[in-house]
């Protein structure tokens, strides 16, 4: 029989770390049954003890899942680990994850401890931790820096301090395969008591080689992998749910099982990236948009004569079906919901109306709409509720003329305008705003994508603006770009905390 392999999913922790893809409670309890849905089997929530909002998003999430374990993070601190039972109170199944850093570079700097003291308090918290839930997984981290025998005595020791699971993490993503999966298997060799345990990888990105890391740990006896949707996380991020299970799916000789149902991977993958603003390289293994897109002659002929001349993988497998119903302005409300919950959004009647209206408004502009573009418009519909919005907006631009644009905003139901110059016609638009919205606000960065091709494709707008010491992230997407750049400066502006 098949080894079990376990998918703990940290998208909710690690992967929203991110900048700008901070999600809401309600936008994280959707995508924590959609990870339910995926049959990953461990959820990790949050870090209750940072912020009220991850509080409070762990607590709903334990209320809102049913079968998979919801963990909380923590650091090796009393406090930290009271408030996480506490959030993790209605969990039917629960796990406190709890560490600290163990590589001498961490210890002496971060800590300014001692080996000694290090194993210390790392006992000392899953003691207290064991008393508050029956399973506690320990995390060393930058593990893999960390020498392997001093790791073997810190994980001997939080064994025997009652952790049920072992987390090495490649906290910055240094090790190379061969030497993670070594220290993997130094841990089996000469720890005391591991094979009762679950050991777990936690690799990062930083020189590309999480997922190979990953496997390699693997091979040499970890059972639970860390991963994060589209291996979005810290810095180049987290090894990619996706990538292991569709390793472990097609590769028949690896003896291992996992409760992932692959066909649920495409529409996690999209509402990650849309809840999330976080775009997928087109060139994303498994899930990328030109992942299954064969373009040069050789191969195409070679994948009309049979699929698997070039494909590895049966793009069904993942969900891609390429049989979907292409939407025009002719289509009705039903076949909108239908696309949209194939895309992993699920709205409810009153949102669908909303949504249904600028599908029209869009599908009479463009001839395709296709599902980014039904994806964005979704996801805009999520920032409606905001105090401020845009009433309307005039620009006129062109050759040898000043660009001059006037705005009209609505601030809480009162009615503003105002009207400017700029060297170009988004800063003319934005001149105008800020003679509204009189603020200290510093443009950090500003990008404008298109999202598909052709003149008449929505532009996307990222923004990231300074407010009082504050980073602020915004988002717009319009067929016009400097309708799309001023909504995601207001987008912005309507984030601010003070
Ligand atoms: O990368 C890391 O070491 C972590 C730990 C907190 C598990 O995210
Ligand atoms: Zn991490």
Redesign the pocket.
């Known amino acids: 029989m098949n080894d079990r392999l376990y998918f703990f999913d ?1 998208t909710l922790r ?1 992967g929203e770390q991110v900048p700008g893809c901070q999600l809401n409670t309600v936008e994280k309890i959707q995508l924590a049954k959609q990870l339910e849905l995926l049959g990953v089997d461990i959820i990790e929530a949050g870090f209750p003890v940072s912020s009220p909002g991850d509080f409070q998003s762990v607590q709903e999430i334990s209320k809102a899942v049913t079968w998979p374990t919801i963990c909380a ?1 923590t650091r090796a601190v009393q406090k930290d680990i009271d408030v996480a039972a506490e959030a993790l109170a209605f969990a039917k199944r629960k796990r406190i ?1 709890t ?1 600290i850093g163990t590589s001498d570079m961490h210890i002496k700097y971060k800590f300014n401890s001692t080996r000694e003291e290090i194993i210390e308090r790392g006992v000392a918290a899953v003691k207290y931790a064991r008393n508050l839930v029956d399973d506690v997984e320990f ?1 060393a ?2 593990a893999g820096r960390t020498d392997n025998e001093f790791l073997a005595r810190v994980i001997e020791a939080m064994i025997k301090a009652g952790a049920t699971v072992v ?1 090495i ?1 490649d ?1 910055t993503g240094y090790c190379m395969p061969q030497e993670f999966g070594a220290k993997i298997k130094y841990l089996v060799d000469h720890v005391p008591g591991i094979e009762n345990v679950i050991i777990s990888t ?1 690799c ?1 990105n930083d020189l590309g080689m999480a997922t190979a890391n990953t496997l390699s740990g693997v091979l040499n006896g970890a059972r639970q992998v ?1 991963v994060t949707v589209n291996g979005i996380g ?1 810095r180049a991020g987290n090894t990619s749910l996706e990538e292991i299970a569709m390793i472990v799916k097609c590769r028949k000789d690896l003896p291992l099982a996992t409760n992932i149902n692959t066909t649920k991977i495409c529409a996690t993958s999209r509402m990650v990236s849309n809840l999330m603003n976080m775009p997928v390289q087109p060139n994303k293994a498994i899930v990328g948009r030109n992942a299954f897109a064969h373009s040069s002659g050789i191969h195409q002929d070679g994948v009309l004569k049979n699929a698997q001349t070039y494909e590895i993988i049966d793009p069904k497998d993942i969900g891609l079906d390429d049989n979907s119903i292409v939407l025009t302005a002719r289509s009705g409300r039903a076949a909108l919901k239908h696309h949209l919950q194939s895309l992993g959004v699920d709205l409810d009647q009153e949102k669908l109306d909303t949504v249904y209206q600028q599908f029209l408004q869009l599908a009479d502009k463009k001839k395709d709409v296709t599902d980014d573009d039904l994806l964005i418009l979704a996801g805009t519909h999520r920032n409606t509720g905001r105090h401020i919005t845009i009433d309307y907006l005039q620009v006129v631009s062109g050759v040898n003329v000043r660009p001059v644009a006037s705005i009209g905003l609505n601030i809480a139901g009162e009615h503003f305008e105002a009207a400017a110059s700029g060297t170009g016609p988004v800063d003319a638009a934005i001149c105008a705003l800020k003679k509204i919205i009189n603020r200290p606000m510093v443009m950090k960065e500003f990008t404008i994508q298109s999202i598909n091709k052709g003149s008449d494709d929505l532009g996307k707008v990222h923004i990231q603006l300074e407010h009082n010491g504050d980073l602020y992230y915004g988002f717009g997407a319009h067929t016009d770009i400097i309708a799309a750049s001023v909504e995601a400066y207001v987008d912005c502006i309507n984030k601010f905390r003070n």
């Open positions: 940290t690690d993070l994850h560490g995390y981290e930058d987390n993490p906290t936690h990062h860390e810290e």
